[in-house]
C-alpha cells in the first residue's frame, strides 16, 4: 500500500489554515469535477481531491495523520504501527461504507479503524443531544486481571483563531474492570460531546487494547504463555510452578515425554471473567550449556549410554 501526501494532493503547506484548505478545494473541484471538466484524469484526480479534503478539513483526522505520517514519502510502501492512533480522542467512530467505498484503501486502513468494532454513538437529533466521542487506549496486560484504577490522557485536537489545528490534552481517571478483554468498550458517561441548551453531554468509549508484554499474551478470555522446562522435567515429568500476571502462583504438572511445542491447558487459569479463561501453556525445553568439565561429562555419559538419534525419524 502506498503513502498519500493529501498535502501535495490539495497543493497547500503543511501548516495550511483551515480556509486555506477550502479555498484550495473549492479551485480544484472547479477544475476537475467530471460535469465540467475536460482533464482526461478528471474522474480520478476528483476523487483524489475528496480524499484529501475529507482528512485535511477535519482537525481530528488531520492531526492523526500528521501524527503517523512524519518521514513518509509519497508513493512510498506503507504499513501503519500497531495502535498508532491510540490515545487520539474522535467524535466520530469511523468512515461510513460508502465513504469507504469511494476512498483509497490507504484512508480505510487509518481511519476505518476508529471504533471499527464497537457501538456508534446516538444521532444528532433536534433535542442536541451530545454525540459520542471514541478513543483506543493502551492497557498493561495485567490491569484485565487486578483491576485498576488508571490516569489516562487523550489527546483531543481542534482548530484554534487562527484556523490551524492544535492538538489539547485532557487527562481522566478511569476505573479499569477485572476481566477486561481486548477490543472491549469502556463507556465513560458524561464525557463525549456536550449537549446544546438543556441537553445531556454524549459518552466517551474508550477502546481497550493492550501493550504488548515479554512473558504473555492474550486472545479474548485465554491467556497464552510459554512454559520453560529443563531437559529432565520434560523426560521425566515433573510438577513446576507457574507466576500469574495477578502475581499469583499455581503448581502445573509436566507429563513424562513432553516436547517442545507441546501445549497443556489449565482451565480457569486465564482472565478472570463469567466464565473465566483458560492458561494455555506451550512447552519450551531449554537445553542447559556444556559450560564446566562436569557438564560435559553427563552429556559424553548421555551420548553414549542412551543411543539417541533425534533425526531417525526423517530417515527413510
Known amino acids: 500500500m502506498d503513502f498519500k501526501d493529501y498535502y501535495s494532493s490539495l497543493g497547500v503547506a503543511r501548516d495550511a489554515t483551515a480556509e486555506d484548505i ?3 478545494f473549492r479551485k480544484l473541484a472547479r477544475k476537475y469535477h467530471p460535469d465540467v471538466s475536460k482533464e482526461k484524469n478528471a474522474e480520478a484526480r476528483m476523487k483524489e481531491v475528496n480524499e484529501a479534503y475529507a482528512v485535511l478539513s477535519d482537525p ?7 501524527h503517523l505520517g512524519q518521514g513518509y514519502q509519497p508513493g512510498q510502501d506503507f ?9 487520539f480522542e474522535f467524535s466520530d467512530p469511523g468512515v461510513s461504507r460508502s465513504e469507504a467505498a469511494d476512498f483509497s484503501d490507504f484512508f480505510t486502513e487509518l481511519f476505518g479503524r476508529i471504533g471499527r468494532d464497537g457501538p456508534r454513538g446516538g444521532e444528532r437529533d433536534f433535542h442536541a443531544q451530545g454525540g459520542d466521542h471514541h478513543a483506543k487506549v493502551l492497557l498493561d496486560p495485567e490491569d484485565a486481571f487486578r483491576g485498576a484504577m488508571r490516569q489516562i490522557s487523550l489527546r483531543v485536537p481542534r482548530l484554534d483563531d487562527r484556523g490551524r489545528v492544535v492538538v489539547d490534552t485532557r487527562t481522566l481517571n478511569v476505573q479499569i474492570p477485572k476481566g477486561v478483554r481486548e477490543g472491549q468498550m469502556i463507556r465513560l458517561a458524561g464525557q463525549g460531546a456536550p449537549g446544546m441548551g438543556e441537553g445531556k ?3 466517551l468509549l474508550l477502546e481497550v487494547h493492550f501493550r504488548l508484554h515479554p512473558r504473555f499474551r492474550m486472545e479474548g478470555r485465554d491467556l497464552y504463555m510459554t512454559l520453560r522446562v529443563a531437559p ?3 523426560a521425566l515429568g515433573a510438577i513446576v510452578p507457574v507466576l500469574l500476571p495477578d502475581g499469583g502462583e499455581i503448581k502445573v504438572r509436566i507429563p513424562e515425554g513432553a516436547q517442545s511445542g507441546r501445549r497443556l491447558r489449565v482451565r480457569g487459569k486465564g482472565i478472570p471473567a463469567d466464565p473465566p479463561g483458560d492458561l494455555l501453556l506451550d512447552v519450551q525445553v531449554v537445553v542447559p550449556p556444556a559450560s564446566n ?10 551420548a553414549r549410554d542412551l543411543a539417541f538419534d533425534p533425526r531417525a525419524e526423517n530417515e527413510g
Do not use: I, Q, T
Open 201 to 203: 453531554a454524549g459518552d
Open 79 to 87: 504499513r501503519p504501527p500497531p495502535d498508532w492512533d491510540a490515545g
Open 22 to 24: 477550502k479555498k484550495a
Open 293 to 302: 568439565a562436569r557438564a560435559r561429562e553427563l552429556y559424553e555419559s548421555m
Open 60 to 66: 481530528e483526522k488531520r492531526a492523526a495523520y500528521d
Open 232 to 234: 529432565w522435567e520434560a
